[in-house]
Each structure stands twice: as C-alpha cells, then as structure tokens.
C-alpha cells in the first residue's frame, strides 16, 4: 500500500503540475476566497460560477465587507447561481467570524467546520488549501477516482460508504502539501475520471487501476438509491397598477427563502385558471381590486431543481384600483423590479417580457 501510496500521490502531482485549469481561487491561500469559491462550486459548474466568485469577491473582498452588507444585497450577488440558502448561511458565518475570531478566518479544521454552511468536504478543502493541515477530502470527483483505482463497490450514499471513502481518503493524503495533493485527485475526477465511460488510456493511473483494468468503469462508484422528484405547481400573479406592481419575500423553511418574488398561489396539483379562481386565495388576493383585466398571455414553465419539479404559470393582469389585500407586499415601481433578489424561475419570466417586448 505504502508503494501505491507513493506512485499515486507522486502521478497525481505531476498531472496536476500540467493539466490544473487555470482558475482565480487557485492563484491565492486566503482561506476567505477559498471558501468563497468552494461555497460557489458545491452545486455549481466551475464554468458557470467562475464569474460569479469574481464579482462576488470584487464587491465583498473580505469577511467583513460581507459581514457588514445587507442580506437582500448578498442574496442579489448570488442571482441565478440557486441553492440559495448557501449565500444565507455564508453571509451568517461571516458574522459569526466576527464576532468570534475578530473578522480574522479561523485557521483549524475545528472552528472552520463550525462555521454554518460548512460540512467536512469544505472545512477540509480550506484547512488543506489555505493553512496546510492534513485533512482529505471526500467530494463527487474524488469518490469516483477512489472507488474505480481501488474497485470498490461499496455504495457511496450509505453510512458504511461514507466511512470507508473517508478513511481510505485520509490515509493515502500526502501529508506534506495536503492542499496541493487534494486538488489534484479532484482535478483529475472533474478532467479525466469522469462520469460514464472514460478514456483511460490518458490516465496517469492506468497501469495501477484496478476498474481499468478490470472493465469495470462504467459501473464504479456505486449508489445504492435515487431520490425522489416531488412535483409542485406555482401560479404567480404579476398584479400591476398606475405603474406599480407587488414583490413578497419568500419565508419559511422552503426553497428561495428571503428571496422575492410574485404573489403565488400554490396548489397541490395541476390546476387551470377556473380553478384558481375558485381557491381562497384567490378570493382574499384580488378582494376588492374592482376590474381585472389579463394584459397577457399566461407564461408556462416548468423549472426543474434538485428534489422537485416546478410547474409554473405567470398571470400578468392589471387592476383598477390599489388593492388593500396586497398591503403586507412590497409596492415596487414596474421600472425597479430588477433590482430584487428573486429566483431563477422568476428571472426567466423576465427574461421572456423582455424579449417579448422587443419583439412588439
Ligand atoms: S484509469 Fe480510468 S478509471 Fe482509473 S482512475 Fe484513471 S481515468 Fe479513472
């Protein structure tokens, strides 16, 4: 093991030295944008949250800048990048650092993995990266290099997986440049190890990988279970009146938490607009509004995220007369819509106004 251990860390080194992509995070050892660009990347292609982390890191340089910034600015920031309870929780641990470490990122593997929104694959890529320690990581990429070099078939998403990845993770790290060590075997996952069939004939490891050698690449890792895909159903109205419409900032322990969005009418299933029409809600969102006249076609989407499918539809309308059941929204003027927060989902639709409008 000791001579596989040598042979992997020195190839994997070597690889990384000429095929690492060049990337922003990489060129620096502050651990603030190390966690940044490693909060970015946890749901997200690097080609998509590349520009996202330099903006991101150009307006919030530091954990103070962030700690100090309204939350609706952060959230802002972190438009169209979703799983947006990851820019909640970094905005609150940035806080957290300065009220406990004095504004200064904590520098153990200990106070990094208490920050929230930190689990151990991000507490050990900043501990590895930005101070040196020996802690391995264990993401996506690495699970795969590990169980096809290796040919284990221990399903990734159990307990008894976790901990055995973990473990052998941990002992083949090279324990004098952890951080180098770690991004390459990630690198390798992300560049060469990938998912499906790959070419291994590039492989600096080929010749020592037993799913190589064993045609067994297609099949490793393995996973023992699918999660299940809930489907939901958002009928949104864009209410406007005397160039004012109304924004509700979403609350509650549900997706798009703190971001805005259109009055919504949620219904357990798939529901036409007669039906709408018939629900409580409806009733109490236009009591007393007078006429309502749709200005538009409705728009149809169906967005899809990780554990759900959204079936949506946008009902632009426009009413006679200020609605006091709209009081508890925010009146926002048609113009200054862009510059809430809100969801992907809601982005789309005005990204379909505009270019309808262009087109008219
Ligand atoms: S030889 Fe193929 S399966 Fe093995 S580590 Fe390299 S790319 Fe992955």
Not at 5 to 17: F, G, M
Not at 92 to 120: M, T
Not at 253 to 277: G, M, S, V
């Amino acid at each position: 093991m000791e001579e596989v251990n040598e042979i992997l860390i020195s190839r994997l080194e070597q690889w990384y030295a000429t095929h690492a992509r060049e990337l922003p995070w990489r060129a620096t050892r502050d651990a603030y944008c190390i966690w940044v660009s490693e909060i970015i990347l946890q749901q997200t292609r690097v080609a998509q949250g590349y520009d996202y982390y330099l903006r991101f890191i150009e307006r919030f340089p530091n954990v103070k800048e962030l700690a100090m910034a309204p939350e609706d600015e952060v959230m802002k920031y972190w438009q169209g990048l979703g799983y947006y309870s990851r820019a909640r929780n970094m905005h609150a641990a940035a806080k957290d650092i300065v009220l406990r470490f004095g504004a200064a990122f904590p520098s153990n593997f200990e106070d990094i993995r208490s920050l929230k929104g930190v689990g151990d694959y991000t507490a050990a890529a900043i501990a590895s990266i930005a101070f040196g320690l020996p802690h391995a990581v264990v993401d996506g990429n690495v699970y795969r290099v590990l169980s096809r070099l290796f040919g284990v078939d221990i399903p990734i998403d159990t307990p008894q997986g976790k901990r055995y990845f973990s473990q052998l993770a941990q002992s083949l790290l090279h324990r004098d440049n952890p951080g180098l060590y770690n991004q390459a075997i990630m690198e390798l996952g992300a560049l060469q190890c990938t998912p499906g069939a790959c070419d291994c004939s590039d492989c600096p490891l080929s010749d020592i990988c037993v799913a190589c050698a064993s045609r067994t690449v297609a099949q490793l890792p393995v996973k023992q279970g699918k999660v299940s895909i809930k489907s939901r159903y958002f009928h949104y109205f864009v209410i406007s009146c005397g160039g004012f419409t109304w924004l509700k900032k979403r609350e509650g322990k549900d997706i798009w938490r703190n971001l805005y969005e259109y009055p919504l009418i949620e219904t357990p299933e798939e529901a036409d607009f007669i039906e709408i029409q018939r629900t409580e809600e409806y009733r109490k969102l236009f009591d007393g509004v007078g006429k309502i006249a749709f200005v538009d076609q409705p728009y149809t989407c169906r967005h899809v995220l990780t554990h759900r499918v959204i079936h949506a539809t946008f009902y632009t309308v426009e009413v006679e007369s200020f609605p006091a059941s709209l009081s508890h929204l925010t009146p926002v003027a048609v113009a200054d819509v862009e510059q809430f927060a809100v969801s992907r989902l809601t982005e789309l639709y005005h990204q379909y106004r505009e270019k309808k409008l262009l087109h008219e």
